[in-house]
């Protein structure tokens, strides 16, 4: 069983059409073993490319679940997966939870 984790996400760069983006995935008091990430795209935005995660997607709402060599955080700690994505800049609010 997995500890509590949260999930915040950084724009990182932007030009044009489009943005890049940095999630970090930090684990609470107890350690993680296992994650997923969620967010809704507030304007239309769409990920082109992801990477250290792997994301499913329905309509504006994003799914991210860890990649096989990042799922386990100890205490305290922290990864990171990053995407690009098309539309205009968006940092919106994640949740993460862990199994």
Same mark, same amino acid.
């Given at each position: 069983?997995?500890?509590? $984790? &949260?999930?915040?996400?950084?724009?990182? @760069?932007?030009?044009?059409?489009? #943005?890049?983006?940095?999630?970090? !995935?930090?684990?609470?008091?107890?350690? !993680?073993?296992?994650? =997923?990430?969620?967010?809704?795209?507030? *304007?239309?935005?769409?990920?082109?490319?992801?990477?250290? *995660? =792997?994301?499913? !997607? &329905? *309509?504006?709402?994003? =799914? !991210?679940?860890? %990649?096989?060599? @990042?799922?386990?955080?100890?205490?305290?700690?922290?990864?990171? #997966?990053? #995407?690009?994505?098309? *539309?205009? %800049? %968006? =940092?919106?609010? %994640?949740? $993460?939870? &862990?199994?």
């Amino acid at each position: 069983m997995g500890g509590a $984790c &949260s999930a915040t996400i950084e724009t990182t @760069n932007s030009w044009p059409g489009g #943005f890049q983006s940095t999630a970090t !995935v930090r684990a609470g008091s107890a350690p !993680v073993d296992g994650w =997923t990430v969620k967010w809704t795209w507030p *304007g239309g935005q769409t990920i082109s490319s992801l990477w250290s *995660g =792997t994301h499913t !997607v &329905s *309509g504006p709402a994003v =799914t !991210v679940r860890n %990649a096989p060599y @990042n799922g386990s955080i100890e205490a305290g700690s922290s990864t990171t #997966f990053g #995407f690009t994505a098309d *539309g205009a %800049a %968006a =940092t919106p609010t %994640a949740t $993460c939870t &862990s199994p």
